[in-house]
């Protein structure tokens, strides 16, 4: 089992940057694919991006593909989000997520097995 908290959200102008991070406690990080998620106001929670068991594997939507990275360090025990360029449309609350039944998570937030309480993020414009 993993426990997730995510830091680093807050109020920034359109254009500006965050970087979110999300630390995990329990055994074996490393094992675990983890993912980042985002729910808007009245919107539904969408996937955002992943990175595999090792961080050689990433993915992103579309929206974010040139502006956001994900990122981890095993032996920090933390996924990270770096957000660059960010819109008012990212205004949301930011959600970490692991899986450690696969070896890249993928997009189907169903797939994930654990979840931090999320993060605020609110781009002004």
């Known amino acids: 089992q993993v426990q997730l908290v995510e830091s680093g959200g807050g109020l920034v102008q359109s254009g500006g940057s965050l970087r979110l991070s999300c630390a995990a406690s329990g055994r074996?990080?490393?094992?675990?694919?983890?993912?980042?998620?985002?729910q808007?106001?009245?919107?539904e929670r969408q996937f955002v991006a992943a990175i595999s068991r090792s961080g050689g594997s990433t993915g992103y939507r579309d929206?974010?593909?040139?502006?956001?990275?994900?990122s981890r360090d095993n032996a920090k025990n933390t996924v990270y989000l770096q957000m660059n360029t960010l819109k008012p449309e990212d205004t949301a609350?930011?959600?970490?997520?692991?899986?450690?039944?696969?070896?890249?998570?993928g997009t189907d937030y169903s797939a994930y097995s654990?979840?931090?309480r999320g993060t605020?993020?609110?781009v002004s414009s």
């Open 63 to 70: 929206s974010v593909k040139d502006r956001f990275t994900i």
């Open 114 to 116: 654990y979840w931090g």
């Open 120 to 122: 605020q993020v609110t």
């Open 28 to 38: 074996s990080f490393s094992s675990y694919a983890m993912a980042w998620f985002r």
């Open 40 to 43: 808007g106001p009245g919107k």
């Open 93 to 105: 609350v930011y959600y970490c997520a692991a899986r450690g039944d696969a070896y890249y998570g």
